[in-house]
Structure formats: C-alpha cells, structure tokens
C-alpha cells in the first residue's frame, strides 16, 4: 500500500517513515506543512494517509478536509489520524482516530480497496462514450471495469493478465482469455463503427497505421494516462 505521511516534524516524519516500510507498505510523499501535503495528494495520489493531529502552523483536523475535497477526486484516499485524543464528533465520515502513530499504522492492515468516486466513474463513461464504445457490448463493460482499477493503480498496466483479465473474468464468472478476447473485439469495433475523429484526437500518431488500432495495453494506457492528468489539473 502505497502511504502518504503528514507529520509536525522531520524527526516524527523520519520515524514514521521507518515504521511504515517495517509494515511492509511503501512511502509515496512526506509533508510538514499543508501546502506540501496538498501538492503531494494531488501529485502522487495515495492509498492511504497517515496524518498527526497537530501540525507546524495548521491543524491535522482542519487540514483533511482540504485534503480530501481538493480537486476533482478520482480516487477515495483512506485518511487515518493519528491523535491523541478520544475520537472527537461532527467530522468527515471514513476517519479513523488513533491513539498513536503503532495504531495507526497498524490500521492500515484494515484498510479497504479504494475505489473511484462517482465523478471518476462518470468521467470513465464519458470518455467511452465520446470516443463511440457501443455500450451493449460485453467488452465495453470490461474495458469500463478495467479502466477504474487501471486508474487507481497505474501498474496494474505492467501485467494486464494477472491484475486485470484474471480479476476481471473471476468478478464475472468467466476466463481471462474471454476477457482480453471481448476487450479486443470491442475496440476493433470502436474503430470500425465508433466516433474517428474522437478517436483520432485522442490517439493520432500512437496508433501504428498496419494495425490501424491500439492493443489493450495501448488503448489502457493511453485513455488512464489522460484521466490521471485530468484529475491532478482538478
């Protein structure tokens, strides 16, 4: 799991650092200041955050509204407070109120799978439909599911197989072939009977003219690639 730290100092940041990568997760981006911890949520888009109570010049409670809510959210980051205060009322929802960083950190072993919000997958539907996906087909309902995990974790890219096809055919009950097969056969069909000009503005020269369309892995990449951006120019 990829965690974004947030502390009052370099040496707590330092500490904290070392303890999360002894938990087996990695460390994407370290703030000590809500300016930098804004920038690096936007940036770096997280899986969790881990954020102290009280910070140089702010509050943690007052900074992770302006976390969560900043920009065009894609992704639901899991925020997880260190505090050392009993769990206070009337604040967002999904907070998870510790009594020190170990509890903390040993809350993100609880942490749920994100998922895209209703603007990412809005924004998902969108893009298939602008770029002419005929949303009857089977493939197009794969591409759809294989684009929200694709955006929330970039690397399932590197192996679409085993991170993608196979979860893909296991949520539906059929094979991962199957899967990369109706996924193919939806974008031949994009590109035969969909919107060319969308098409072509989306992906213009990245299309070798022998194939005359992208492969899975191309077309995946490409489409996550300009929703990422979308989500950090939010």
Request: hydrophobic share 40%; proline share 6%.
């Amino acid at each position: 799991m990829d965690v974004l730290i947030v502390a009052r100092d370099e040496k707590t940041l330092k500490n904290v650092e070392k303890m999360v990568l002894l938990s087996g997760n990695a460390v994407l981006g370290e703030a000590v200041d809500g300016g930098r911890a804004l920038a690096l949520m936007r940036r770096s888009l997280p899986d969790a955050l881990l954020c102290d109570a009280l910070l140089r010049g702010t509050d943690g409670i007052a900074l992770l509204p302006k976390l969560l809510q900043k920009g065009s959210q894609l992704l639901r980051p899991l925020p997880v407070l260190s505090a050392p205060f009993p769990k206070p009322g009337g604040l967002l929802g999904g907070l998870c109120f510790c009594r020190g960083w170990d509890e903390a950190i040993a809350a993100l072993e609880g942490a749920k799978e994100r998922s895209p919000s209703p603007e990412g997958l809005q924004a998902i539907e969108n893009t298939l439909e602008t770029l002419g996906f005929a949303p009857h087909m089977r493939g197009t309902h794969y591409l759809r599911r294989a684009l929200e995990l694709c955006v929330l974790d970039g690397r399932r890219l590197q192996n679409l197989r085993d991170h993608v096809y196979a979860r893909l055919a296991e949520e539906s009950g059929g094979a991962a072939p199957n899967v990369e097969r109706d996924i193919r056969y939806a974008i031949e069909s994009a590109w035969r009977y969909g919107r060319l000009q969308n098409l072509e503005e989306f992906f213009g020269y990245t299309v070798l003219p022998e194939r005359g369309k992208p492969t899975n892995r191309a077309f995946l990449a490409q489409i996550t690639d300009r929703l990422r951006r979308a989500y950090q120019r939010g």
